[in-house]
T-cell receptor, first 114, second 116 residues
């Protein structure tokens, strides 16, 4: 079945610096790649997603890139702020219609130091 | 728009006892998921419903876990008997098909289970 590997497990950056989190997936049929942010004790919240027909997507300070050939995708956060501190999860899904299930990575704890 | 509702938010039980969690998905979402999130790990899918039918329950420990979605809306997840390793957050999620491939999945706040 699908396997998603996420690195690094922890990341510490200074406020204003950029942060990059990388994920690899095993199933070449995967076609949907969301990123979730989870603050302590809160629900995972979707922050950005990308589908397999797109190579890059940006939303203000966050961007996601997808390399289908290499089967990896990355989250880029620029001009980090203390409120970006959280656990970030990547996920991969395949299937059409309503049948796709998300397989999650292990998570990256991001700490942004003021 | 109302989110995914779950209850109870917190539960502490002794091992071998039973517990049930309830979920009400976002209105109009045909697909409902139950995920288990152990502390420090990513969510793991336990079961996926499409309306009131099961799409995937390959990772549900069926000797002790059961789930149902009788009318295609609300769902309950039951654990009986509970083990210490069942201590986790049980996240309910729902989704709709966006029409362009892949699902946008929304999570509830989770039900925190501690088995002692």
């Amino acid at each position: 079945g699908e396997n998603v590997e996420q690195h690094p497990s922890t990341l510490s950056v200074q406020e204003g610096d950029s942060a990059v989190i990388k994920c690899t997936y095993s199933d070449s049929a995967s076609n949907y790649f969301p990123w979730y942010k989870q603050e302590l004790g809160k629900r995972p919240q979707l922050i950005i997603d990308i589908r397999s027909n797109v190579g890059e997507k940006k939303d203000q300070r966050i961007a996601v890139t997808l390399n289908k050939t290499a089967k990896h995708f990355s989250l880029h956060i620029t001009e980090t702020q203390p409120e970006d501190s959280a656990v970030y999860f990547c996920a991969a899904s395949k299937g059409s219609g309503n049948t796709g299930k998300l397989i999650f990575g292990q998570g990256t704890t991001l700490q942004v130091k003021p | 728009e109302a989110g995914v509702a779950q209850s109870p938010r917190y539960k502490i039980i002794e091992k071998r006892q039973s517990v049930a969690f309830w979920c009400n998905p976002i209105s109009g979402h045909a697909t409902l998921y139950w995920y288990q999130q152990i502390l420090g790990q990513g969510p793991k899918l336990l079961i996926q419903f499409q309306n009131n039918g099961v799409v995937d329950d390959s990772q549900l420990p069926k000797d002790r876990f059961s789930a149902e979605r009788l009318k295609g809306v609300d769902s309950t997840l039951k654990i009986q008997p509970a083990k210490l390793e069942d201590s986790a957050v049980y996240l309910c999620a729902s989704s709709f098909y966006s029409g362009t491939g892949g699902n946008t999945i929304y999570f509830g706040e989770g039900s925190w289970l501690t088995v002692v």
